[in-house]
């Protein structure tokens, strides 16, 4: 036989193959009954597509637009919009792996009540130096890069809360640091990268000296004793949930009051009433802004830093309920946070931005809005645990940038949040620049280029 007759017959035997295992997975495999795209339904070469270009979750809503609050998105694999899903999928009782729940009830310690109120000092630190740094910058070029600089500030904050050292990013006048860039631009890599961060970040990471008060604090148990690799390998997520999560909401939040202009000016006006000096903004007092509040609250729905749904693997005997039907064993589940908030059985007018949905006495319109569903830290044992930490820190730096600042778009044209691109569990975005202005600091109310 000739090598053209060979490749013939291999190329046929993999077609036939490939279609019988795409018609399988219409007609014969446990999910067929539930509905979504064909291509997605037979093979999963389209949901990888999608995730490669970044545009996963903005087809995932659409699919739910199109076919309803569960869809089949891969021929294993239904995602979900409906708030009675989170428990059934991630809340407790659900699976989780013995190593992880060692991890979680280690790293609890670090996060909890208690704990979270001892740094105070450290997000106050960092929440003027931003300001401080910013007025600087500002004063020398009007036009500033605020998914930058909130990237800076939040990737010290954390170096120092979790290491005891910062990465230098705001004082050296908004200069990134090398483990900053390996995230914001190639964070589609991090899962190779991982392992190789630890050999080449530098001392930052690599000094057990340098692990502060973070590591003594978790190392008080020896029974429950993480070593010094267990400690490298989970910097990296230190690093990416407690920085550019909340970095990225910040830049969110100030893009969308940027565009509703009377929105900023009620959150500006409530900030700005309620305190008279800086040296009152506290990550105390900031808890009584509740239109501020409103505002972070709708900016998590309309731009969740994590987008994605985190898939679960239904490992009851003979399958569970989620959501009120029947799941067959073995089926990956999900809720897309983008795309269960921006559903229009969720939420009235689910493209709008407006924080008065989140009031206490809402407009009439928003009664029905199902405000359950909104879980952007996630539910169950592998919930986040930083969400006590990650609400103090954006309260305090939105209520210090409200304060000291008016801001505008550089180009106001710009539809930034339609050209974005969403990858694991990290919405990577294009910086946008805003147009800063200082404030005078004995009155924040009168503002000059």
Same mark, same amino acid.
């Given at each position: 036989?000739?090598?053209?007759?060979?490749?013939?017959?291999?190329?046929?035997?993999?077609?036939?193959?490939?279609?019988?295992?795409?018609?399988?997975?219409?007609?014969?495999?446990?999910?067929?009954?539930?509905?979504?795209?064909?291509?997605?339904?037979?093979? %999963?070469?389209?949901?990888?597509?999608?995730?490669?270009? !970044?545009?996963?979750?903005?087809?995932?809503?659409?699919?739910?637009?199109?076919?309803?609050? =569960?869809?089949?998105?891969?021929?294993?694999?239904?995602?979900?919009?409906?708030?009675?899903?989170?428990?059934?999928?991630?809340?407790?009782?659900?699976?989780?792996?013995?190593?992880?729940?060692?991890? *979680?009830?280690?790293?609890?310690?670090?996060?909890?009540?208690?704990?979270?109120? !001892?740094?105070?000092?450290?997000?106050?630190?960092?929440?003027?130096?931003?300001?401080?740094?910013?007025? =600087?910058?500002?004063?020398?070029?009007?036009?500033?890069?605020?998914?930058?600089?909130?990237?800076?500030?939040?990737?010290?904050?954390?170096?120092?809360?979790?290491?005891?050292?910062?990465?230098?990013?705001?004082?050296?006048?908004?200069? /990134?640091?090398?483990?900053?860039?390996?995230?914001?631009?190639?964070?589609?890599?991090? &899962?190779?990268?991982?392992?190789?961060?630890?050999?080449?970040?530098? #001392?930052?990471?690599?000094?057990?000296?340098?692990?502060?008060?973070?590591?003594?604090?978790?190392?008080?148990?020896?029974?429950?004793?993480?070593?010094?690799?267990?400690?490298?390998?989970?910097?990296? &997520?230190? =690093?990416?949930?407690?920085?550019?999560? &909340?970095?990225?909401?910040? /830049?969110?939040?100030?893009?969308?009051?940027?565009?509703?202009?009377?929105?900023?000016?009620?959150?500006?006006?409530?900030?700005?009433?309620?305190?008279?000096? #800086?040296?009152?903004?506290?990550?105390?007092?900031?808890?009584?802004?509740?239109?501020?509040?409103?505002?972070?609250?709708?900016?998590?729905? =309309?731009?969740?830093?994590?987008?994605?749904?985190?898939? %679960?693997?239904?490992?009851?005997?003979?399958?569970? /309920?989620?959501?009120?039907?029947?799941?067959?064993?073995?089926?990956?589940?999900?809720?897309?946070?983008?795309?269960?908030?921006?559903?229009?059985?969720?939420?009235?007018?689910?493209? #709008?931005?407006?924080?008065? *949905?989140?009031?206490?006495?809402?407009?009439?319109?928003?009664?029905?809005?199902?405000?359950?569903?909104?879980?952007?830290?996630?539910?169950?044992?592998?919930?986040?645990?930083?969400?006590?930490?990650?609400?103090?820190?954006? %309260?305090?730096?939105?209520?210090?940038?409200?304060?000291?600042?008016?801001?505008?778009?550089?180009?106001?044209?710009?539809?930034?949040?339609?050209?974005?691109?969403?990858?694991?569990?990290?919405?990577?975005?294009?910086?946008? %620049?805003?147009?800063?202005?200082?404030?005078?600091?004995?009155?924040?109310?009168?503002?000059?280029?």
């Amino acid at each position: 036989m000739g090598f053209l007759e060979t490749v013939a017959i291999l190329t046929a035997t993999w077609l036939i193959a490939t279609l019988t295992y795409g018609l399988y997975n219409l007609t014969l495999h446990p999910l067929r009954r539930y509905p979504g795209p064909p291509l997605y339904a037979a093979y %999963r070469l389209s949901y990888v597509i999608a995730n490669i270009r !970044g545009k996963l979750p903005f087809e995932v809503l659409d699919m739910h637009r199109k076919y309803g609050p =569960v869809v089949r998105i891969a021929p294993n694999e239904l995602a979900f919009t409906e708030p009675a899903a989170w428990n059934d999928i991630y809340g407790p009782g659900t699976a989780t792996d013995a190593a992880h729940a060692r991890l *979680r009830r280690i790293y609890r310690q670090a996060f909890t009540p208690k704990a979270i109120e !001892g740094p105070g000092g450290m997000l106050l630190k960092y929440a003027d130096l931003l300001v401080e740094q910013l007025k =600087v910058s500002a004063g020398r070029e009007p036009v500033q890069d605020m998914s930058a600089w909130f990237n800076y500030a939040m990737f010290d904050l954390t170096g120092d809360f979790s290491f005891g050292e910062t990465f230098h990013c705001l004082d050296s006048g908004g200069k /990134s640091h090398f483990s900053l860039d390996t995230v914001l631009e190639r964070y589609k890599l991090l &899962t190779i990268l991982s392992p190789l961060l630890a050999l080449f970040a530098g #001392d930052e990471l690599k000094k057990a000296e340098m692990m502060g008060r973070y590591t003594k604090e978790l190392n008080k148990k020896k029974e429950d004793q993480l070593n010094n690799p267990e400690l490298y390998e989970n910097a990296l &997520t230190l =690093v990416v949930a407690g920085s550019e999560t &909340t970095g990225t909401l910040l /830049s969110g939040v100030v893009y969308f009051l940027c565009k509703h202009p009377d929105v900023l000016e009620k959150v500006q006006e409530e900030v700005r009433a309620a305190f008279k000096r #800086d040296e009152e903004i506290t990550p105390t007092s900031v808890n009584g802004l509740e239109y501020m509040v409103a505002v972070l609250s709708e900016t998590m729905r =309309v731009f969740p830093p994590a987008g994605f749904g985190f898939p %679960r693997i239904i490992s009851s005997k003979g399958g569970q /309920s989620v959501a009120g039907g029947w799941v067959p064993e073995q089926t990956r589940c999900s809720i897309f946070h983008h795309a269960a908030y921006r559903y229009e059985d969720n939420f009235a007018r689910p493209e #709008d931005f407006i924080p008065e *949905r989140w009031l206490v006495g809402a407009p009439a319109e928003f009664k029905d809005d199902k405000k359950e569903v909104l879980q952007p830290f996630m539910v169950g044992p592998r919930g986040c645990i930083g969400k006590g930490l990650a609400y103090v820190e954006m %309260r305090l730096f939105l209520a210090k940038m409200l304060w000291h600042f008016d801001f505008e778009l550089a180009d106001p044209t710009q539809q930034w949040h339609e050209r974005l691109r969403a990858y694991l569990a990290s919405t990577a975005i294009k910086c946008e %620049r805003l147009q800063q202005r200082q404030c005078e600091q004995s009155n924040p109310a009168v503002c000059t280029l």
